[in-house]
């Protein structure tokens, strides 16, 4: 009974110094500012709330939309219902009139923007909670919460709250996956693992290659000592359920294309003969071939061009000009790869000591260089901390640890704030470091006895 009240009392404590720490953010960090890619998910919110589907368009025909997967911009549509109910209104983000193109940002003018900013705290918030209870599977409630309000301080994670960019809530699905996950692995009740095939579900239809979350969970599952047969058939569970909570997605995807290969992709439009048309065309550049602005030509007409694109994958239009760089200027499958293999080193070794990228994304006037200089040296700092936890507690803490590992491998192909939900697990193995530096240097034991500590601190 005091252990829960204990629990309460810190889970209070979190939310409380979550909001504070959410709203000094707003207020200090890109304040008057979204990213550029803000559009891309209000705009079909306001859209849908106006009865004008599914659409990034500002003024009629508004056709329909699939280069970003819906879910996020539910969540920001369910924001300005509740903010419409009151009488207000939201207007569309100027991006010819307001663009930035030096701060790669849009001042906005309207009182609705920060009004979700403000929302977005409750995802931090939650985030926050899911952190310490998956922390407390496998550790003591002191060091659970001592490391969760350590994570409310961490930047690059607050910065997300700034922002109205998808990575924020698509980080909250991951560790609700990653929570019931855990639970599934420690104590093997069915209900968790239907719980966490609805977060993989959610956090499909944010981003499709989610799905690839799939296969990894089955690797973890064998990792932690389960049955492998029983580990397919929990896996394939999963994927029916996320294919099922898909079908209104993949059937309004196939309405438009008419080809069943938009499964390839989940329902999203960008589809792989487009990514690898745009990928050929980025090894032209990195050879010299094009130079920046044609690469960028080629990104802007393609990357969003929804049933077009749709049209061009599937009618072999993108095969022919992949096709037609062959030809003409030798690109191989052996040369893409060649050239990617120092990429996705480059990737991977940003993954742990890179975090410095996300200062890029803080806008502070007068201070904003500062910023990006100290968090490169801080974020180098990180990445040791980062390692010796995995060096130490990773034995641990491997079995609340799966997005952090998942991304970790994913950092080969997914780059910048893509690995966002990573940040909440990477904090853990940076933070247990402090943990052992606050036992050697206050309770003044020997960095060995430390570490014994920490590891015997069971439930």
Same mark, same amino acid.
């Given at each position: 009974?005091? $252990?829960?009240?204990?629990?309460?009392?810190?889970?209070?404590?979190?939310?409380?110094?979550? =909001?504070a720490m959410g709203i000094v953010s707003i207020n200090t960090i890109n304040n008057g500012y979204?990213?550029?890619?803000?559009?891309? +998910?209000?705009?079909?919110?306001?859209?849908?709330? @106006?009865?004008?589907?599914?659409?990034?368009?500002?003024?009629?025909?508004?056709?329909?939309?699939?280069?970003?997967?819906?879910?996020?911009? =539910?969540?920001?549509?369910?924001?300005?219902?509740?903010?419409?109910?009151?009488?207000?209104?939201?207007?569309?983000?100027?991006?010819?009139?307001?663009?930035?193109?030096?701060?790669?940002?849009?001042?906005?003018?309207?009182?609705?923007?920060?009004?979700?900013?403000?929302?977005?705290?409750?995802? !931090?918030?939650?985030?926050?909670?899911?952190?310490?209870?998956?922390?407390?599977?496998?550790?003591? /409630?002191? +060091?659970?919460?001592?490391?969760?309000?350590?994570?409310?301080?961490?930047?690059?994670?607050?910065?997300?709250?700034?922002?109205?960019?998808? $990575?924020?809530?698509?980080?909250?699905?991951?560790? %609700?996956?990653? #929570?019931?996950?855990?639970?599934? *692995?420690?104590? %093997?009740?069915?209900?968790?693992?239907?719980?966490?095939?609805?977060f993989l579900a959610m956090s499909v239809m944010i981003l499709h290659v989610m799905i690839y =979350?799939?296969?990894?969970?089955?690797?973890?599952?064998?990792? @932690?000592?389960?049955?492998?047969?029983?580990?397919?058939?929990?896996?394939?569970?999963?994927?029916?359920?996320?294919?099922?909570?898909?079908? /209104?997605?993949? =059937?309004?995807? +196939?309405?438009?294309?008419?080809? +069943?290969?938009?499964?390839?992709?989940?329902?999203? %439009?960008?589809? #792989?003969?487009?990514?690898?048309?745009?990928?050929?065309?980025?090894?032209?550049?990195?050879?010299?071939?094009?130079?920046?602005?044609?690469?960028?030509?080629?990104?802007? @007409?393609n990357y969003a061009n929804s049933v077009e694109g749709f049209n061009k994958s599937f009618n072999?239009?993108?095969?022919?000009?992949?096709?037609? *760089?062959?030809?003409?200027? %030798?690109?191989?499958?052996?040369?893409?790869?060649?050239?990617?293999?120092?990429?996705?080193?480059?990737?991977?070794?940003?993954?742990?000591?890179?975090?410095?990228?996300?200062?890029?994304?803080?806008?502070? /006037?007068?201070?904003?260089? @500062?910023?990006?200089?100290?968090?490169?040296?801080?974020?180098?700092?990180?990445?040791?901390?980062?390692?010796?936890?995995?060096?130490?507690?990773?034995?641990?803490?491997?079995?609340?640890?799966?997005?952090?590992?998942? !991304?970790?491998? !994913?950092?080969?192909?997914?780059?910048?704030?893509?690995?966002?939900?990573? !940040?909440?697990?990477?904090?853990? #193995?940076?933070?247990?470091?402090?943990?052992?530096? #606050?036992?050697?240097?206050?309770?003044?034991?020997?960095?060995?006895?430390?570490?014994?500590?920490?590891?015997?601190?069971?439930?």
């Amino acid at each position: 009974m005091r $252990e829960n009240t204990i629990v309460q009392k810190h889970i209070l404590i979190i939310i409380l110094v979550s =909001l504070a720490m959410g709203i000094v953010s707003i207020n200090t960090i890109n304040n008057g500012y979204v990213d550029i890619d803000t559009s891309d +998910y209000l705009h079909p919110a306001i859209n849908l709330i @106006n009865d004008n589907g599914y659409t990034i368009d500002t003024e009629e025909e508004f056709t329909p939309y699939f280069y970003r997967n819906p879910s996020y911009s =539910l969540l920001l549509a369910g924001f300005l219902k509740c903010k419409k109910m009151f009488g207000s209104e939201i207007d569309y983000l100027d991006i010819k009139k307001n663009w930035d193109s030096h701060l790669l940002r849009i001042p906005y003018y309207n009182k609705e923007v920060e009004f979700i900013k403000y929302c977005q705290i409750l995802l !931090f918030g939650i985030i926050s909670i899911l952190l310490y209870l998956t922390l407390r599977l496998v550790i003591k /409630p002191k +060091y659970a919460f001592i490391i969760s309000i350590m994570f409310t301080c961490f930047i690059p994670m607050l910065l997300f709250i700034t922002l109205i960019l998808r $990575e924020l809530l698509q980080t909250t699905l991951l560790m %609700g996956l990653n #929570y019931f996950l855990s639970l599934y *692995i420690l104590q %093997g009740k069915k209900i968790y693992l239907i719980i966490l095939s609805l977060f993989l579900a959610m956090s499909v239809m944010i981003l499709h290659v989610m799905i690839y =979350l799939l296969p990894l969970i089955f690797v973890f599952m064998l990792f @932690n000592k389960r049955n492998i047969v029983k580990s397919i058939k929990d896996c394939l569970l999963i994927f029916v359920m996320v294919l099922l909570i898909s079908i /209104p997605w993949l =059937l309004r995807s +196939y309405k438009y294309s008419n080809d +069943y290969k938009i499964l390839k992709s989940f329902g999203s %439009g960008l589809t #792989y003969e487009k990514m690898a048309f745009i990928n050929a065309n980025r090894v032209l550049f990195k050879k010299g071939i094009i130079n920046r602005q044609e690469l960028l030509d080629v990104e802007i @007409n393609n990357y969003a061009n929804s049933v077009e694109g749709f049209n061009k994958s599937f009618n072999g239009f993108y095969t022919t000009k992949i096709d037609s *760089i062959i030809f003409n200027h %030798g690109y191989n499958n052996f040369e893409k790869y060649k050239i990617s293999i120092k990429d996705k080193i480059k990737n991977e070794i940003y993954g742990v000591f890179g975090i410095y990228n996300f200062f890029r994304f803080i806008y502070i /006037p007068k201070l904003s260089y @500062n910023v990006l200089v100290i968090g490169k040296l801080v974020a180098v700092l990180f990445g040791v901390m980062f390692c010796f936890g995995i060096l130490v507690f990773y034995k641990k803490l491997f079995p609340i640890s799966f997005i952090l590992f998942a !991304f970790l491998i !994913f950092s080969v192909e997914l780059t910048g704030r893509r690995l966002a939900p990573m !940040f909440p697990l990477y904090t853990v #193995y940076v933070n247990s470091f402090l943990v052992v530096l #606050y036992s050697k240097f206050v309770k003044k034991k020997s960095l060995k006895e430390s570490i014994e500590e920490i590891i015997q601190e069971n439930i």
